[in-house]
């Protein structure tokens, strides 16, 4: 066991394996939907969720004494560290309300971290990721055209690695600025990309505070779908989109379109396509977890656009003339429709959630999505 895992680029593999074997002869199954994730329904009617990140192990389970006894069982094949009640993982902060039945996840001491490692603990605060309405595509003329040294770019590429790390994990804020940073790391521009990658860092430095709470009493799966037609120079579309389950967003994208889109209804149905792949996985996930009862998933799931024109594309295939030249896999959300896996309707673009994912805003609009998004 040791071999492998420090002496090889196997070394995860060989892990993953052994921690597979351990947790089935313990009676649990793997997940289809995530294979780092573990489940075991007892006859009596407690239960185990454990989620692994290599050997950090999150558990949940119907009470203490259920998890004290795994603990044991798990103990006598393993050498174990025993945390006790959650509150810090992977460098983000747990707080849990038992009461209103919330989990609270912050990154306020890694955030502190990335101020200090790049020399921003004493800069001014601003108040949005990004200006409104900012386009960072080379050849216009706020973008600077001189590029980064080496050094330079290897900072500038740690900067980005290190916010990505907080978008994904407790800030959907960020996730756009962070998106639309990210296409520029082989020729950054130093006075236009690098500061306003720098600008990011000093909006966390203003909000390191704020955490993404979850849960509550509404346990229904929803989502909100959006794009942004045509924005940049480059004419690519923004896609994005974030699921809830209760009072926050558990799951959340901002993604470059890969083809031209001719309208913004396409470009609404492209994005559409992508959102209704990630529901499909979380109503997946649901359906194997559902036995304990604390999660019932609701199919077909709700999912809100603002575009009426892509809403009837995805219902009615008769628009085929508008639609003949988009690949066949974007048609992928007529099938889900069909299969009842999700329904669509409509929200005016004031109360689009999504739009947060597709373009930078005006500190009004970007606070008031981002408090929807579940960021206290």
Not at 114 to 131: H, K, M, N, Y
Not at 164 to 186: G, N
Not at 271 to 290: C, F, G, M, P, R
Request: some cysteine; glycine content about 6%; charged content about 20%.
């Amino acid at each position: 066991m040791w071999r492998p895992l420090y002496s090889s680029r196997q070394g995860a593999y060989h892990f993953y394996r052994f921690l597979f074997e351990t947790l089935t002869a313990l009676g649990f199954t793997v997940s289809n939907a995530d294979e780092a994730l573990f489940y075991r329904f007892n006859s009596d009617g407690t239960y185990l969720i454990l989620g692994a990140a290599t050997d950090d192990f999150t558990i949940v389970a119907d009470s203490d004494p259920t998890a004290d006894q795994f603990l044991n069982e798990f103990e006598k094949r393993v050498e174990l560290v025993r945390l006790g009640q959650i509150t810090w993982l992977l460098g983000t902060t747990v707080t849990r309300n038992l009461t209103d039945r919330t989990i609270s996840l912050g990154q306020e001491a890694y955030i502190d971290q990335i101020c200090t490692r790049f020399g921003l603990q004493d800069a001014r605060s601003v108040s949005t990721p990004l200006p409104p309405g900012i386009d960072l595509s080379p050849g216009l003329e706020h973008v600077l055209p001189k590029i980064l040294s080496a050094s330079e770019k290897k900072t500038y590429r740690e900067v980005i690695g290190s916010l990505m790390y907080l978008s994904v994990m407790t800030r959907p804020d960020i996730t756009y600025a962070v998106s639309t940073l990210s296409q520029h790391l082989e020729n950054p521009s130093v006075s236009t990309h690098l500061e306003f990658a720098r600008c990011v860092i000093r909006y966390l430095k203003a909000t390191k505070s704020l955490r993404l709470v979850l849960g509550g009493d509404n346990s229904s799966l929803c989502g909100y779908s959006d794009a942004d037609w045509a924005s940049n120079l480059d004419r690519h579309s923004i896609s994005g989109f974030a699921f809830f389950l209760g009072n926050g967003a558990v799951s959340w994208s901002s993604k470059k379109q890969p083809i031209v889109t001719l309208s913004s209804t396409e470009s609404e149905y492209v994005a559409l396509t992508h959102a209704a792949k990630d529901v499909i996985w979380i109503q997946k996930l649901l359906l194997e977890i559902s036995p304990i009862g604390l999660i019932h998933p609701i199919s077909p799931s709700t999912v809100f656009c603002d575009n009426q024109g892509a809403i009837r594309l995805s219902k009615d295939s008769t628009f085929h003339a508008r639609t003949k030249h988009i690949d066949v896999h974007f048609h992928f959300i007529r099938q889900t429709i069909s299969q009842d896996r999700i329904q669509l309707e409509y929200v005016p673009t004031f109360d689009m959630i999504g739009d947060i994912f597709t373009k930078s805003l005006s500190f009004h609009k970007f606070s008031h999505f981002r408090g929807l998004l579940g960021l206290r």
